[in-house]
């Protein structure tokens, strides 16, 4: 709960982590139970309390934790313990977030191998053709590779539903974009059985 895990290796590097008195090494393993981790000096106490948030992000808001100029998931719901988000949502992309300070759920609802869902309702700026909504179906080429299948379901002439089981960068906008249409609006309301509204 002090820093990210990248951070942490910086930190190791630098000499600035000891355990039982001696410089840590990247990969060592230790024994919250018995070894003494300190980092400048202080004290790392193991963090028991996991913390587990849905929050519906509203648009222009950036999901990064990070010191930045613009607003912040962190500026819509304030904590005074450290919580991270789960996945990114674009800056003009609305819906369901998930924060928590438990890595290993991070890594498991992540990790591509396990092939969780995400659902999206997409609005674009004019109807939108049953051969385009096919093309993303059955997978389109976007950033070097094919995306996998994709379960997709009309709602009106210019909304429909998306089911998704990867997290490439503004993956939705650019299989709208590959179909020649633009994408209006778009909101996350699904990850696996995690419903946005419930």
Same mark, same amino acid.
């Given at each position: ?30 024994? /919250? &139970?018995?070894?003494?981790? !300190? ?5 790392? !106490? ?8 849905? =929050? ?7 999901? &990064?934790? @990070?010191?930045?100029?613009? !607003? &912040?998931?962190?500026?819509?719901? /304030?904590?005074?313990? +450290? =919580?991270? /988000? ?13 924060? &928590?300070?438990?890595? +290993?759920? @991070?890594?498991?609802? %992540?990790?591509? +191998? ?7 309702? =997409?609005?674009?700026?004019? /109807? ?7 093309? %993303? ?12 299948? @994709? !379960?997709?379901?009309?709602? @009106? ?5 998306? =089911? ?11 299989? *709208?974009?590959? *179909? ?19």
């Amino acid at each position: 709960g002090i820093c990210s895990r990248r951070k942490a290796e910086e930190y190791i590097s630098e000499g600035l982590i000891f355990v039982n008195g001696q410089k840590a090494e990247i990969g060592q393993m230790i024994d /919250p &139970t018995i070894d003494v981790v !300190k980092m400048w000096q202080q004290a790392i !106490k193991e963090q028991n309390e996991l913390l587990y948030y849905k =929050v519906n992000k509203p648009r222009w808001v950036v999901t &990064t934790c @990070a010191q930045s100029d613009e !607003k &912040t998931i962190l500026d819509v719901i /304030p904590l005074d313990k +450290r =919580v991270f /988000p789960i996945g990114r949502l674009d800056k003009d992309t609305t819906g369901l977030i998930l924060m &928590t300070n438990d890595g +290993r759920l @991070a890594n498991f609802l %992540m990790h591509p +191998r396990y092939n969780h869902e995400k659902e999206y309702m =997409v609005e674009t700026f004019w /109807p939108i053709s049953d051969s385009s909504l096919e093309k %993303m179906r059955n997978g389109l080429f976007i950033l070097w590779s094919y995306t996998k299948k @994709a !379960k997709v379901e009309r709602h @009106a002439s210019g909304r429909f539903s998306i =089911v998704i089981s990867e997290w490439r960068n503004r993956q939705i906008r650019r299989m *709208v974009e590959k *179909v020649w249409w633009i994408v209006k609006k778009l909101k996350r309301i699904r990850i696996e059985n995690i419903l946005l509204w419930n």
